[in-house]
């Protein structure tokens, strides 16, 4: 079946620009994961929505950072005023239940900031 | 705060070797462990996740095991071949939360 997918694959962007980056989860999970993979950090969890509850954004870099998943499905991350520190691959994963499954990963949107 | 630590950074082995790759946690209070793949340009693809409960999980010619009161977990891979030259990342999953914190990985070249 058609795993996670993103869109743009690529973004590139000049400074100051805002960015929304897009993330289509796996039909039927109820849980859904933004990371951040870059040079310097390694990767790095950003936000995780599970059904109707409240997010967790405990791993948003700064209040630039935003997401929202509409209907329990896709969801948006969008970065405000970007910056050249947020170039990075932002990855998305979807996993049926959360509560520890397997997380299934996209390919990911490579956002460079100029 | 949860620190994973994957050793080495980088390995090069024949082509039919058999190899470990390690995995270092510092909080042994985890829910589960996952071993991915990365390819170059690529997303991660999912290989082995092992409850806290289990001592290890085996797909094929890949076996992860887990000791959780030593923070430690390995992934063997047995007669390698060239197509596992990727990336391998480690990640925990922790009580109380649903984020994975990962290793910075061990990139794997497997010589023909």
């Known amino acids: 079946g058609a795993g996670v997918s993103q869109s743009p694959s690529n973004k590139v962007t000049e400074k100051g620009k805002d960015v929304e980056l897009r993330c289509d989860p796996i039909?039927?999970?109820?849980?859904l994961y933004w990371y951040r993979q870059s040079l310097g950090q390694g990767l790095e969890f950003l936000i995780y929505?599970?059904?109707?509850?409240?997010?967790?954004k405990s791993g948003l870099p700064s209040d630039r950072f935003s997401a929202e998943r509409t209907g329990g499905s896709v969801s948006t991350l969008t970065i405000q005023r970007t910056q050249q520190e947020d170039s990075a691959v932002y990855l998305c994963?979807?996993?049926?239940?959360?509560?520890?499954?397997?997380?299934?990963f996209g390919p990911g949107t490579r956002l460079t900031v100029l | 705060k949860q620190e994973v630590t994957q050793i080495p950074a980088a390995l090069s082995v024949p082509e039919g070797e058999n190899l470990v790759l390690n995995c270092s946690f510092t909080?042994?209070?985890?829910?589960?462990l996952q071993w991915f793949r990365q390819d170059p340009g690529k997303g991660l693809t999912s290989l082995l996740l092992?409850?806290?409960?289990?001592r290890e999980q085996t797909s094929g010619r890949l076996n992860a095991s887990l000791d959780k009161s030593s923070g430690r977990s390995t992934l063997y891979i047995a007669a390698s071949q060239p197509g596992d030259s990727a990336t391998y990342l480690c990640?925990?999953?922790?009580?109380?939360?649903?984020?994975?914190?990962f290793g910075t990985g061990t990139r794997l070249t497997i010589i023909p």
């Open positions: 994963a979807s996993s049926p239940r959360g509560l520890g499954d397997t997380q299934y």
């Open positions: 039909s039927g999970h109820t849980a």
């Open positions: 929505f599970q059904g109707n509850s409240a997010p967790d």
């Open positions: 909080d042994s209070a985890i829910y589960n």
């Open positions: 092992i409850q806290s409960s289990q």
């Open positions: 990640a925990v999953n922790g009580f109380g939360n649903e984020k994975l914190t």
